[in-house]
């Protein structure tokens, strides 16, 4: 965290300044790690055993807070007897279908809801399984119980409360974990066991009523073929500690940059719109009604009962007055997906060249993306290219001096790919808004016009927009009725540039009838179903409630409480703790005086405190539903987590993750080291690309893994900024970093002969690079069941170019291309190579050394890529 | 331009267990300056005795003598200040040094120092071409000024070359600064050489025995003051045996030894003995110069010479406890001159 | 000369003519919270318009400005330990708990604006001079780059700087200003503005020097014991510096002199040593010059 978020590390050393404790946990001791109380080395890639680690630690020991497990998670719930754990079938759970490679999640459900998933809208094909929920609490999928899902109150969930059935969560939970002692975590991970108790003694004793611990991670964790399943970890840890939803708990997500939450609120991603409402699929025939009934029962637990409240009020703010109930709100003008239309199959289809056009936007997929090399030669498939940033980054010039010039790949002169560079303004020379990992927005102010011909992004689509309109205004072809009604008419200032407060307005919403027309929209709750409000993303309104920008207030915390809510603009409704409902007992109470933060006041007869209720003001912690409410009536009073159609946090997830209810260890996908707990070595439901653009290392056990047999990761320094667009051009930021280096231990420079200050080549299956060495014990080597492993830090933020200050080779360029199955990330931090001294071949001799590593290896497209290893799983 | 005075950042592979340091990087500056400054370190010294010997050969009326002497300080005098000028890092802006006189700083008072000088040095030394000067008011105040505008110089002539160890000494650069006790007599010493050499060189056998002598006195001092300060410079004098500064330094003690003997045993017959053996004492003078300053700059560039001499003397206790003195007053006034922004 | 004893104690400014009711200001870097990422060195160089001074990589840890300079105003060290054995009594090494610990000493350095400063006393054309701070600082428009101040200095910070022609102040010396053009604004100095951890202080120097020692006791009673504070003693050998620090371990480690002591302590004696030289001189090349 202070390498890369160096500002938001100040309240860091602050907590410490008042005797917070700090444990570090990375592969390297970075410069958090200077700070730390304690750093703790692992290996690459096996964080899950670690977790799972602790959370047998904090079963066997007894160290959960049992009264908040037992109110206010899924402990007690009883789960489907043909449940299969991976403890039954050596690293799989039940319903792995081999051909399709993932899972069908039927036999994970809660007992008893067998025949209302039966009657659900359920056959989705393949490719809607790739259809991508996300919302904050949870990923759903549509058709099963939990998020989005089936109502409850038709069945019973059955459930024991002692915790002792053996098909409760619980014991699921206990089972599934049995394996993970502190012996096992030391043979997987390197951790010592004496270091890994430490970790979790300081865990459950600064955990309970009067203590709560925080988990802050970052891309370490999610980028990976397992990614989503390491947040889970954290999360079942949190939850068994009682630490969700209680001030100075919760899980902390570190983000790349700024916006980054910004940009799936307001999404970047295919597969969602605004307010991660689902974007509708091309299997969806059945208008509005058939996409909101697939997604909503009638008698739907919790705040997705809304879902056509928030879905209307978009197409109302996309198409204005052209959306009407008979024109089911335009919803027919929404692009429709059928696929995975996500970033790294684009580039594929680029490769495969079926994609003619493509525009970058403050982004260097050149050098900031896995698998880089096919990403420059992605782009020399194109016919037109646009990128919008502030210099000529890699992925702009890729066609005069990519590496794939240099080794003759690539010839300048039969690129056919036409660039168009747009200079960006920055953000101090124009208005608009941060959202970041808080959920708060914070506005920008623009303090000086931007230079020369610099625009922002708004008056870039903007401009583009009206543009394309004027083209098609009097076309008579429905497909482009949906830009030809847009609503498109911001105000605009100097040089077209649209007012960006006319915007978070719009987003915000309004009223369009009645007595407050015209007014902004104060909560998402005032939002309608029948066509009369507008709001272009429900959970960010409020945001200009009263017509005031609060994303601009900026009172200093001195002057507020300490919750500071006059700092920015949290979604939703500028609640800071989400679920904060959990930060009182059942019985409404603060669970001590020291960590109250919100409570039931009797007096009153509703919920108060120092934030926002993450609850229904008015609902007594006693209200029990009736059988047949629906909506938010169908929670309880101690139904912390609104989200969750049982109102419970999810130790145990039934649904919406793809790849198994609880995380589980697996290698990477490229990892010298054998799975030490299951026969399925990796992930089973990860997503992998046989191409000859994407080869793979072959893992152990398997044949040749040893030609690759170090284990790199990849992360960020201070100094600069991603994939260096914004800092290798600076020459106040490159001159504090300006090699691109590698780190290695003291044992791995001797082992192969690597020169302090000298040079060194990483090989893996897509390509060799060069790097400084920088001898260091920071990175050390560890004891992998038995084994002495070596792990290579790399950081990323070189490319090859010639516009910048400083270049060199791009660490990214030795990634292959396996996702996450859940969220489609790829594995980028971890992966495995063979190191050598001295500089990488240039030239076409550069791919004679990665094609002779290639053969030592064996490998082929296969290589790597099985996804069940399981033996058992055939039978 | 390295950002470390030319040592590149290699970690010392074999630590010095009496010091540590931040990989071998130096923890003071040396000064920035180029070859002009042991230049003007020598040409100073050469001018200033020089002057010495003109003023003694003009009361002794030797004229041969008086003439080379002060031709040699003009040509010095004049190298200097193109030295020094030439040095600065804004030539242009050589005569701010005399916008203040300041008794901390050496530089300053060596800049008035040469004020003071190099006129009289001048006008001594434009007094030996009255022949050439037309009759006026012009010749006859040079033919008026002559022997006083010698004496002048010769006055100025002995803290000319002296002050210059202490400039070197009045710095943060341990060979220099450990050393001040005994650089003014090296210094000293080193000046009489070159002028008695150059002056060998310049006057006939017959005229050249004050040169002689001078240089001989000149060269016992220079060369017992060197071993002296050596010894009391405890681990730094390592910087004057080791590398560039020795051997430049034992160069110079070689030259002056040939040149001294040269000088006494066939000095007063034979003029090419003379000859080689002036050009032997003013380049070992030059090496002296050249060698000090050298072992300065290697003295600051390694951390070493720094750390230890420090540590030993938090060591023996050595307490900051400084006396107040009236120098403290003295230095006041002159940190208060401002621009005029 | 009779022995006046005249207190310079935490006022230079005062002594040296200035006539105001203005605290000395001054620095307090505490090293122990500091966390390496070189705002301070952008910050500064920003407000002050540095040129960039190398794109070298230095393969020292992750410190490729090396040392404070003319062109480096802050320099943030940085210092790989491993202290062998179990845990060490320090609170900021991280234990790993196999057997070694590792720690990493950050610390950003500065000009020390001595109360009895080298380069002030040495600085032939008063370019340099004490403000009402009790800072030292270069006059631009005067220095003419005669590189004195750059050796006068003990912990090597003041240099002359090199660049090709049109390079702002190329050929002059240049370091640490403290700001002085913020301060006279009432600002902050950018490094203190930006330091994230306030791991750079900036204010009163009396008041930052008692709140360095509360800061020292309270480390070394948490077990820290190799923590000290530098350069907060009036009665070291610059008088005690305007910027001072917190270490956690010798200062030789982060590259600072142990015990410096400013040469103009021993000025008086050296002027002795080259009177009695030149009156030596004097002496002598009269007597070589006698000829009967």
Not at chain 1, 252 to 265: K, M
Not at chain 1, 543 to 562: C, T
Not at chain 1, 589 to 605: F, G, L, N, T
Not at chain 2, 107 to 123: C, E, F, K, N, R
Request: hydrophobic share 35%.
């Amino acid at each position: 965290m202070a390498e890369c978020h160096p500002v938001g590390f100040q309240w860091v050393t602050e907590a410490k300044k008042r005797g917070a404790k700090i444990i570090h946990i990375d592969p390297r001791f970075t410069r958090t790690s200077a700070l730390a109380d304690q750093h703790v080395s692992i290996r690459a890639g096996s964080d899950i055993a670690l977790l799972g680690g602790i959370i047998n630690y904090i079963i066997e020991n007894e160290k959960y807070f049992e009264e908040y497990v037992l109110e206010y998670t899924n402990a007690s719930t009883i789960i489907q007897s043909d449940f299969k754990d991976t403890e039954d079938i050596d690293g799989l759970f039940s319903g792995y279908n081999p051909e399709l490679g993932a899972y069908d999640n039927e036999s994970w459900g809660y007992r008893g809801i067998e025949e209302a998933a039966a009657a659900g809208a359920r056959e989705l094909s393949v490719n809607d399984q790739e259809h991508q929920i996300s919302m904050h609490g949870g990923q759903g999928a549509a058709h099963k119980i939990g998020s989005q899902g089936k109502s409850l109150s038709d069945i019973s969930i059955h459930s024991d409360r002692t915790l002792r059935d053996p098909m409760c969560v619980f014991q699921i939970l206990r089972r599934h974990y049995s394996r993970y002692t502190p012996e096992m975590v030391e043979r997987t991970t390197g951790i010592p066991q004496g270091a890994f108790l430490e970790i979790c003694r300081a865990v459950t004793e600064n955990s309970g009523k009067d203590r709560t611990t925080s988990w802050v991670y970052s891309v370490g964790w999610t980028h990976h073929s397992v990614g989503v399943q390491y947040i889970r970890g954290a999360a079942i840890i949190q939850l068994l500690l009682g630490n969700i939803g209680r001030p100075g708990g919760g899980i902390l997500a570190l983000r790349g940059h700024a916006s980054i939450q910004g940009s799936t609120d307001i999404p970047t991603l295919y597969d969602i719109l605004p307010g991660y409402l689902p974007m509708p699929s091309a299997s969806m025939t059945a208008g509005l009604k058939g996409y909101l009934e697939s997604l909503m029962a009638a008698k739907q637990k919790g705040f997705w009962a809304n879902l056509d409240s928030y879905m209307v009020s978009f197409l109302k703010s996309y198409w204005g007055d052209a959306a009407n109930p008979e024109n089911d709100y335009c919803f027919s003008y929404l692009p429709k997906i059928n696929g995975d239309h996500g970033t790294y199959r684009t580039v594929m289809d680029m490769m495969d060249g079926k994609v003619e056009g493509y525009m970058i936007f403050g982004e260097n997929p050149a050098v900031g993306s896995a698998n880089a090399r096919m990403q420059r030669l992605a782009l020399s498939k194109l016919k037109w290219l646009v990128v919008r940033d502030f210099n000529l980054i890699e992925s702009a010039t890729f066609w005069k001096d990519s590496p794939e010039i240099a080794t003759t790949e690539l010839e300048t002169s039969d690129i056919a790919t036409e660039v168009f560079f747009f200079p960006a303004a920055s953000q101090a020379e124009k208005d608009g808004s941060f959202t970041q990992t808080q959920r708060m927005l914070q506005w920008h102010h623009k303090a000086v016009d931007p230079p020369g011909d610099c625009r922002s992004e708004l008056h870039f689509f903007y401009q583009l927009g009206l543009k394309i309109k004027e083209l098609l205004k009097d076309s008579k072809n429905p497909r482009d009725y949906p830009i030809r009604d847009l609503t498109w008419d911001y105000p605009t200032t100097k040089n077209g540039e649209p007012v960006a407060e006319a915007v978070l307005k719009e987003i915000n919403g309004s009223h369009l009838a009645g007595e407050k027309k015209g007014k902004l929209l104060a909560s998402y709750t005032e939002m309608k179903p029948d066509g009369s409000t507008s709001g272009g993303c429900w959970i960010y309104t409020g945001v200009f409630a009263d017509g005031i920008n609060h994303a601009a207030k900026r009172k200093p915390g001195q002057d507020q409480s300490w919750v500071a809510p006059d700092w920015g603009w949290v979604w939703p409704a500028n609640r800071r703790i989400l679920y904060n409902r959990a930060s009182a007992d059942p019985d409404g109470k603060p669970w001590s005086e020291r960590k109250a933060y919100i409570w039931w006041d009797e007096a009153q007869a509703k919920w108060t405190g120092h934030d926002v209720p993450d609850f229904e003001p008015s609902k007594a912690p006693w209200y029990r539903p009736p059988d047949d409410a629906v909506g938010p009536d169908a929670l309880a009073g101690n139904d912390p987590f609104i989200m969750q159609a049982d109102g419970k946090g999810w130790l145990f997830a039934p649904a919406g993750i793809k790849d198994g209810p609880l995380p589980t260890h697996y290698e990477p996908q490229e990892s010298p080291v054998t799975n030490a707990l299951y026969a399925q070595q990796k992930n089973p439901a990860r997503q992998v690309f046989k191409r000859s653009d994407n080869l793979s290392n072959p893992s152990a056990p398997a044949e040749g893994y040893e030609v690759y047999p170090y284990v790199f990761t990849t992360y960020r320094l201070t100094e600069h900024h991603t994939a260096g667009g914004m800092s290798r051009f600076l020459p106040y930021l490159s001159e504090l970093q300006p090699e691109f280096f590698c780190e290695v231990s003291p044992e791995l420079a001797a082992e192969r002969n690597l020169r302090p200050g000298g040079w060194a080549t990483i090989v893996t299956a897509r390509t060799a690079i060069e790097a400084r060495v920088l001898v260091t014990r920071r990175i050390k080597p560890l004891r992998i069941d038995g084994k002495i492993i070596h792990q290579i830090g790399l950081p990323y933020h070189w490319g090859v170019g010639n516009q910048a200050l400083v270049a060199g080779d791009s660490a990214n360029d030795l990634f292959g291309l396996t996702l996450d199955p859940n969220v489609h990330i790829q594995e980028s931090k971890v992966s495995s190579c063979d190191i050598q001294p001295g500089r990488r071949p240039t030239g076409p001799e550069l791919l004679n050394l990665v094609a002779s590593y290639r053969r030592r290896a064996g490998i082929t497209q296969d290589t790597g890529n099985e996804l069940a290893t399981n033996y058992e799983a055939d039978k | 331009m390295p950002k470390n005075n030319g040592v590149r950042g290699e970690a010392r592979m074999v630590p010095d267990a009496s010091f540590t340091s931040y990989y071998g990087r130096p923890v003071v500056k040396a000064a920035p300056w180029s070859n002009d400054i042991p230049a003007y370190l020598f040409l100073g010294g050469l001018a200033g005795g020089s002057s010495l010997l003109a003023a003694g050969a003009d009361v002794m009326h030797n004229d041969e003598l008086r003439r080379a002497a002060r031709l040699t300080a003009l040509g010095a005098i004049g190298g200097s200040y193109l030295a020094l000028v030439h040095d600065l890092g804004r030539p242009s802006r050589f005569f701010n040094m005399l916008r203040v006189a300041k008794p901390t700083s050496p530089m300053s008072m060596g800049t008035w120092i040469i004020t003071a000088y190099g006129p009289a040095a001048v006008l001594a030394a434009a007094s030996e071409f009255t022949g050439m000067i037309p009759p006026g008011r012009l010749s006859r105040l040079v033919s008026f000024a002559n022997r006083p505008a010698g004496i002048a110089a010769a006055m100025i002539a002995p803290v000319l070359s002296s002050y210059t160890a202490v400039l070197l000494s009045d710095t943060s650069t341990p060979a220099w600064n450990h050393g001040f006790k005994e650089m003014p007599f090296v210094f000293v010493g080193s000046s009489a050489t070159a002028a008695g050499g150059m002056a060998m060189i310049a006057s006939s056998v017959h005229n050249a025995a004050p040169a002689r002598r001078l240089a001989i006195g000149g060269a016992l001092t220079e060369l017992l003051a060197i071993e002296k300060m050596k010894a009391s410079m405890g681990v730094v004098s390592e910087t004057l045996d080791l590398g560039t500064a020795g051997k430049l330094i034992r160069l110079s003690q070689f030259l002056t030894i040939f040149g001294a003997l040269g000088s006494i045993v066939f000095g007063r017959k034979s003029r090419a003995v003379s000859l080689v053996s002036g050009l032997a004492l003013v380049l070992g003078s030059a090496c002296t110069k050249f060698g000090v300053f050298e072992a300065g700059q290697s003295s600051a560039r390694d951390p070493k010479y720094t750390v230890a001499p420090q540590k030993k003397s938090l060591q023996d206790g050595a307490t900051h406890a400084r006396p107040k003195t009236r120098w403290d007053v003295l230095r006041n006034p002159y940190h208060r001159q401002r621009s005029s922004r | 000369m009779s022995k006046t004893i005249v207190h310079l104690g935490l006022d230079p400014a005062k002594i040296s003519g200035w006539d105001v009711a203005q605290p000395r200001m001054g620095f307090f870097t505490d090293t122990s919270l500091c966390i390496g990422c070189k705002a301070c060195e952008v910050a500064c160089k920003e407000w002050n318009e540095i040129p960039e001074d190398g794109l070298d990589w230095l393969g020292i840890s992750y410190d490729n400005t090396g040392s404070l300079g003319a062109s480096s105003w802050r320099h943030v060290a940085f210092i790989e330990q491993a202290v062998p054995g179990g845990r060490t009594d320090t609170p900021s090494s991280a234990s790993a708990l196999d057997g070694s610990d590792l720690r990493w000493l950050m610390s950003s350095d500065v000009c020390k604006h001595c109360t009895e400063a080298g380069c002030l006393d040495v600085c032939p054309t008063g370019s340099l001079f004490r403000t009402e701070f009790g800072t030292v600082v270069v006059q631009d428009d005067i220095c003419n780059g005669c590189g004195y101040c750059v050796a006068a200095c003990p912990f090597g910070v003041i240099e002359r700087r090199t660049g090709s022609h049109g390079t702002k102040n190329v050929g002059l010396a240049q370091k640490c200003t403290l700001c002085y053009d913020r301060l006279v604004s009432g600002m902050t100095p950018a490094c203190a503005q930006a330091c994230p951890t306030e791991s750079i202080q900036f204010g009163n120097l009396s008041e930052l020097r008692s709140r360095a020692r509360r800061r020292v006791e309270k480390l070394q009673l948490d077990g820290n014991r190799a923590a000290r504070l530098y350069g907060d003693d009036p009665n070291d050998g610059i008088g005690g510096a305007g910027a001072m620090f917190l270490l956690l371990d010798q200062p030789e480690v982060y590259g600072l002199p142990p015990n410096p002591v400013v040469a103009t302590r021993e000025l008086g004696q050296m002027w002795k040593q080259a009177g009695i030289a030149a009156l030596t001189f004097l002496i002598g090349a009269a007597a070589a010059s006698i000829e009967r």
